[in-house]
T-cell receptor, first 111, second 114 residues
Framework: QKEVEQNSGPLSVPEGAIASLNCTYSDRGSQSFFWYRQYSGKSPELIMSIYSNGDKEDGRFTAQLNKASQYVSLLIRDSQPSDSATYLCAVYREAGTALIFGKGTTLSVSS | KAGVTQTPRYLIKTRGQQVTLSCSPISGHRSVSWYQQTPGQGLQFLFEYFSETQRNKGNFPGRFSGRQFSNSRSEMNVSTLELGDSALYLC?????????????FGNGTRLTVT
């Protein structure tokens, strides 16, 4: 089992819809979770971090964490064509270890 | 505040050669991590440096090495290049080493090995 797993997509949603991106991780001791966005030909850009169970909202983005299920998700409300990118889930297993990335989910928002 | 700066942006090398990539972290950031990104494997962790010491290492052969200087700037070196080393190499910095420190990435160095 890979450490961090994401559906590769593409996930296609119409403009204005909610996009839901999911990520599972294998190490129950994982402590910190991040979502990055990567546009084609660009480097990853941090968009959300979450450390405790529940929801964390930032503008149109909501990160959700369920440590018991080893599951973290990202919701994008009112999706825009500019949200079309690859979304990377990243997890720190435990203190002092490396940040491990999933392979990413490609999101396509059509106008 | 200036972001993470990587040089050069593009490199073309021949099999068997070696290459050195450079990374300047965000001012005040003391931890530098390096990743290799390829279409098939995604982002794979190479190594992390903090206070001039390698703290973590990924599953890459010894041809891949790095170092960090006292000003937190970092370099990575790849010796005896292979075709499979063609990739985007990303450097990322963070304030501290640890679980609550998100990484901030540079624009990367695109390495092509022919």
């Amino acid at each position: 089992q890979k450490e961090v797993e994401q559906n590769s997509g593409p996930l296609s949603v119409p403009e204005g819809a909610i996009a839901s991106l999911n990520c599972t991780y294998s190490d129950r001791g994982s402590q910190s979770f991040f979502w990055y966005r990567q546009y084609s030909g660009k480097s990853p850009e941090l968009i959300m971090s979450i450390y405790s169970n529940g929801d964390k909202e930032d503008g149109r983005f909501t990160a959700q964490l369920n440590k018991a299920s080893q599951y973290v998700s990202l919701l994008i409300r009112d999706s825009q064509p500019s949200d079309s990118a690859t979304y990377l889930c990243a997890v720190y297993r435990e203190a002092g270890t490396a940040l491990i990335f999933g392979k990413g989910t490609t999101l396509s928002v059509s106008s | 505040k200036a972001g993470v700066t990587q040089t050069p942006r593009y490199l073309i090398k021949t099999r068997g050669q070696q290459v050195t990539l450079s990374c300047s972290p965000i001012s005040g950031h003391r931890s530098v991590s390096w990743y290799q990104q390829t279409p098939g494997q995604g982002l794979q962790f190479l190594f992390e440096y903090f206070s001039e010491t390698q703290r973590n290492k990924g599953n890459f052969p010894g041809r891949f090495s790095g170092r960090q200087f006292s000003n937190s700037r970092s370099e990575m070196n790849v010796s005896t290049l292979e075709l499979g080393d063609s990739a985007l190499y990303l450097c990322a910095s963070s304030l501290q080493q640890g679980v609550n420190s998100p990484l901030h990435f540079g624009n990367g160095t695109r390495l092509t090995v022919t």
